[in-house]
């Protein structure tokens, strides 16, 4: 489960290109195995897969992956052979939070030395951007509850920032007074992120956030270079997170599994704003 499928069952995705027909079957990571293929598929029939719906095609494509059997199509969904190292529900968890700290590590284009600020860090992206980020010898500041900064540390960050307890805002000027290189904001709206998040940036710095929380235009008038994050998914990356994952360079999130028919429980967990890790539905 993802942040992406409770807000488009209730109608409140506001990003291009969001208008889902209902009825509609959520759900956009996936784990499983091939039943049939089609003439000249990709895949073979009993093979193990992972991946992820993808979102430039899915309001076009309303069967999604909560549900015993799905369709998939080059077109319609990126995957990649599930590797015997990566247990099913990990590969689940992997797609779309995985693929966007991918992509969202490159487009920062983090280098050794930098620091890096990730507010929401140990949910699903944020955990897998702390790895990537201090895998290149970049400096992580995560802004995490209390209960998650050994967590957080597991994952590669240098400094913790309790929000529940702390101005997140105040404690990263007091450390760094120059400003940080980048910032990834995962939760936060325009208002904080405008207000009190990208002021943090140095002039000529780097700013992402997933929530369409950024102005571009306005952070681009001090030379900060920003943008409103929305991934596409590739059957490369799914690729990458595999190898990746298998050689022990990104550790899986923490997951926490529902059954399908508990899913006002998981939808419960995922709306309450504070998820460790990531949450997986079974329908076994």
């Known amino acids: 489960m993802n942040p992406i499928d409770w807000k488009v069952a209730a109608g409140a995705l506001a990003r291009p290109g969001a208008d889902f027909p209902f009825p509609y079957t959520l759900g956009f990571d996936l784990a499983g195995q091939v039943t049939a293929a089609g003439e000249g598929a990709a895949f073979g029939v009993w093979q193990e897969v992972f991946g992820m719906r993808r979102p430039a095609t899915a309001a076009q494509h309303p069967h999604g992956s909560y549900a015993k059997y799905m369709t998939a199509s080059r077109d319609t969904v990126a995957l990649a052979v599930r590797p015997d190292g990566l247990d099913a529900a990990s590969a689940a968890a992997l797609a779309m939070t995985g ?24 949910g699903g992206v944020g955990s897998y951007v702390l790895q990537l980020a201090a895998a290149r010898g970049v400096q992580v500041i995560a802004v995490a509850a209390g209960e998650d900064h050994d967590y957080a540390r597991s994952l590669g960050a240098a400094e913790v920032i309790d929000y529940r307890t702390s101005d997140v805002a105040d404690a990263v000027r007091a450390a ?49 270079r920003a943008i409103n994050f929305v991934y596409q998914a590739t059957d490369q990356d799914m690729a990458e997170l595999a190898e990746l994952a298998t050689s022990g360079a990104l550790q899986a999130a923490e997951t926490t599994t529902f059954k399908l028919a508990a899913m006002d429980e998981a939808y419960a967990a995922s709306t309450s704003g504070h998820v460790r890790g990531k949450l997986v539905i079974t329908t076994d």
């Open 99 to 122: 693929g966007t700290a991918l992509a969202l590590t490159r487009w920062l284009d983090l280098a050794e030395g930098e620091t890096l600020l990730v507010v929401g860090a140990t």
């Open 176 to 224: 760094h007074p120059d400003g940080v290189d980048a910032v990834l904001d995962l939760v936060d709206g325009r208002e904080v992120v405008m207000g009190k998040i990208a002021p943090l940036v140095r002039d000529g710095g780097r700013l992402a956030t997933t929530v369409f929380a950024a102005d571009p235009d306005a952070l681009a008038r001090r030379g900060v």
